[in-house]
Protein backbone atom coordinates (compact mmCIF):
# COMPACT_ATOMS: atom_id res chain seq x y z
CA UNK A 1 0.00 0.00 0.00
CA UNK A 2 2.98 2.37 0.88
CA UNK A 3 4.41 1.70 -2.24
CA UNK A 4 1.30 2.70 -3.97
CA UNK A 5 1.05 6.04 -2.52
CA UNK A 6 4.85 6.64 -3.56
CA UNK A 7 4.18 5.42 -6.80
CA UNK A 8 1.21 7.56 -7.53
CA UNK A 9 2.79 10.50 -5.99
CA UNK A 10 6.15 10.20 -8.33
CA UNK A 11 3.37 9.82 -11.56
CA UNK A 12 1.45 13.06 -10.48
CA UNK A 13 4.57 15.20 -9.85
CA UNK A 14 6.17 13.95 -13.41
CA UNK A 15 3.28 14.97 -14.88
CA UNK A 16 3.06 18.51 -13.02
CA UNK A 17 6.49 18.78 -14.53
CA UNK A 18 5.76 17.52 -17.79
CA UNK A 19 2.81 20.54 -18.26
CA UNK A 20 5.25 23.43 -16.81
CA UNK A 21 8.02 22.70 -19.20
CA UNK A 22 5.42 22.65 -21.84
CA UNK A 23 3.71 25.84 -20.52
CA UNK A 24 6.95 26.85 -21.15
CA UNK A 25 7.64 26.50 -24.18
CA UNK A 26 4.29 28.33 -25.25
CA UNK A 27 5.16 31.40 -27.03
CA UNK A 28 3.53 33.82 -24.56
CA UNK A 29 5.65 31.81 -21.92
CA UNK A 30 8.68 32.79 -23.59
CA UNK A 31 7.43 36.43 -23.78
CA UNK A 32 6.64 36.65 -20.16
CA UNK A 33 10.66 35.24 -19.28
CA UNK A 34 11.81 37.42 -21.48
CA UNK A 35 10.03 40.48 -19.97
CA UNK A 36 11.67 38.92 -16.20
CA UNK A 37 15.19 39.16 -17.80
CA UNK A 38 14.88 42.56 -18.65
CA UNK A 39 15.35 41.61 -22.81
CA UNK A 40 11.76 43.89 -23.59
CA UNK A 41 12.52 44.27 -27.45
CA UNK A 42 12.87 40.50 -27.96
CA UNK A 43 9.49 40.08 -25.71
CA UNK A 44 7.77 42.75 -28.00
CA UNK A 45 8.64 40.89 -30.75
CA UNK A 46 7.36 37.46 -28.88
CA UNK A 47 3.75 39.49 -27.77
CA UNK A 48 4.01 40.96 -31.55
CA UNK A 49 3.74 37.14 -33.05
CA UNK A 50 1.27 35.92 -30.39
CA UNK A 51 -0.58 38.68 -30.92
CA UNK A 52 -0.87 37.84 -34.69
CA UNK A 53 -2.12 34.08 -34.25
CA UNK A 54 -4.57 34.83 -31.28
CA UNK A 55 -4.96 38.22 -29.83
CA UNK A 56 -5.62 38.35 -26.34
CA UNK A 57 -5.87 41.00 -23.74
CA UNK A 58 -2.95 39.60 -21.39
CA UNK A 59 -0.76 39.63 -24.85
CA UNK A 60 -1.32 43.12 -25.19
CA UNK A 61 -0.65 43.88 -21.25
CA UNK A 62 2.76 42.58 -21.76
CA UNK A 63 3.53 44.06 -24.60
CA UNK A 64 2.75 47.21 -23.55
CA UNK A 65 4.56 46.67 -20.54
CA UNK A 66 7.94 45.94 -22.90
CA UNK A 67 6.96 48.98 -24.50
CA UNK A 68 6.89 51.09 -21.21
CA UNK A 69 10.36 49.66 -19.80
CA UNK A 70 11.60 50.72 -23.66
CA UNK A 71 9.77 54.96 -22.91
CA UNK A 72 7.45 53.91 -25.98
CA UNK A 73 4.73 55.49 -23.79
CA UNK A 74 2.69 55.79 -27.16
CA UNK A 75 2.75 52.23 -28.18
CA UNK A 76 2.30 50.83 -24.29
CA UNK A 77 -0.88 53.28 -24.21
CA UNK A 78 -2.23 51.71 -27.41
CA UNK A 79 -1.27 48.41 -26.09
CA UNK A 80 -3.20 49.14 -22.31
CA UNK A 81 -6.02 50.56 -24.54
CA UNK A 82 -6.36 47.37 -26.33
CA UNK A 83 -6.15 44.65 -23.05
CA UNK A 84 -9.15 46.69 -21.78
CA UNK A 85 -11.09 47.04 -24.82
CA UNK A 86 -10.06 43.09 -24.76
CA UNK A 87 -10.99 42.93 -20.94
CA UNK A 88 -12.69 45.74 -19.30
CA UNK A 89 -12.22 44.63 -15.60
CA UNK A 90 -8.29 44.21 -16.20
CA UNK A 91 -7.20 46.71 -13.34
CA UNK A 92 -3.94 46.84 -13.69
CA UNK A 93 -3.83 47.69 -17.16
CA UNK A 94 -5.85 50.76 -15.82
CA UNK A 95 -2.62 51.44 -13.73
CA UNK A 96 -0.66 50.85 -16.16
CA UNK A 97 -2.29 53.28 -18.77
CA UNK A 98 -2.83 55.62 -16.48
CA UNK A 99 1.01 55.70 -15.80
CA UNK A 100 1.20 56.17 -20.38
CA UNK A 101 -0.67 58.57 -20.31
CA UNK A 102 0.66 60.55 -17.48
CA UNK A 103 3.72 60.38 -19.28
CA UNK A 104 2.40 61.55 -22.24
CA UNK A 105 1.02 64.63 -20.56
CA UNK A 106 -2.29 63.68 -20.37
CA UNK A 107 -2.89 63.62 -16.76
CA UNK A 108 -6.89 64.69 -16.62
CA UNK A 109 -6.95 61.42 -18.53
CA UNK A 110 -4.59 59.44 -16.63
CA UNK A 111 -6.63 60.46 -13.07
CA UNK A 112 -9.74 58.81 -14.74
CA UNK A 113 -7.53 55.72 -15.15
CA UNK A 114 -6.09 55.20 -11.45
CA UNK A 115 -9.14 56.08 -9.84
CA UNK A 116 -11.26 53.48 -11.84
CA UNK A 117 -7.93 51.23 -10.91
CA UNK A 118 -8.98 52.01 -7.42
CA UNK A 119 -12.27 51.20 -7.60
CA UNK A 120 -11.17 47.55 -8.92
CA UNK A 121 -8.65 47.17 -6.85
CA UNK A 122 -10.51 47.98 -3.84
CA UNK A 123 -13.39 45.26 -5.50
CA UNK A 124 -10.61 42.74 -5.97
CA UNK A 125 -8.87 43.35 -2.66
CA UNK A 126 -5.17 44.90 -3.58
CA UNK A 127 -2.64 44.82 -1.04
CA UNK A 128 -2.29 48.55 0.25
CA UNK A 129 1.31 49.25 -0.64
CA UNK A 130 0.22 48.72 -4.06
CA UNK A 131 -3.10 50.98 -3.06
CA UNK A 132 -0.82 53.47 -1.85
CA UNK A 133 1.20 53.79 -4.83
CA UNK A 134 -2.09 54.06 -6.98
CA UNK A 135 -3.01 56.98 -4.74
CA UNK A 136 0.83 58.40 -5.28
CA UNK A 137 0.32 58.21 -9.16
CA UNK A 138 -2.80 59.84 -9.00
CA UNK A 139 -2.10 62.72 -6.93
CA UNK A 140 1.30 63.51 -9.15
CA UNK A 141 -1.03 63.86 -11.96
CA UNK A 142 -3.11 65.74 -10.13
CA UNK A 143 -0.30 67.96 -9.22
CA UNK A 144 0.45 68.21 -12.95
CA UNK A 145 -2.90 69.74 -14.22
Do not use: W
Amino acid sequence: MHGSLVFKIVIIFACAMLLISCASTEPFYQGRELLNQQKYQEAINIFSEVIEKKPGAASYYYRGIAYGRLHDDISAFADFDKALELKPDMSTAYYNRGISLSMLGNHRRAIEDFTKEIELSKKYGLERNLLAEIYFMRGFAYHEI
